[in-house]
């Protein structure tokens, strides 16, 4: 089975680029691109501290790296809203873990802190912390016609 193409940037990016120049600019004009690098923060993200703290996080990360900025766009700000939740959550759920006293209410906070995780790594995929969500992206590279050997020779329909 094939592996499916990576977007040109994320080549680029990891410096793996096997493609020529004009190969690259074809795949540049012809992959999809929603949005823009304006991502706004949901209300309920700003009125929680350590969800804004951790929306603030990665939204410096990817302002910073200028290849992640133009694959994580605005489109993606409901998704990373999610994950700055969970973290948040997670967050509380471990104080709640260390406050119990029963290992009853233990095990009861640890299965909650399992889907949590569980939650919080799609979130991250999906959000480019794994590049397989933007690697469906990636348009098809066009078959060439192949030639007989009469249109080789320069003989046209014959």
Sequence with gaps: ?????KPVKLLVFEKKTHLTKAEIAARISAEIKIGDSNYRCPDYIAEN???YAKWQ???GYIKKNDTLAELVTSTDS???AGYCQTCAEERALLTMWGKAKTGGTKKKYNSLLLKIREMKLKLQREIFFSPASKIRNVPKRAKEKEQSPLEKAGFGNV
Excluded: G, H, Y
């Design 49 to 51: 501290e350590v969800a």
């Design 78 to 80: 409901d998704c990373i």
């Design 57 to 59: 996080e990665v939204i």
């Design 1 to 5: 089975m094939p592996r499916p193409s």
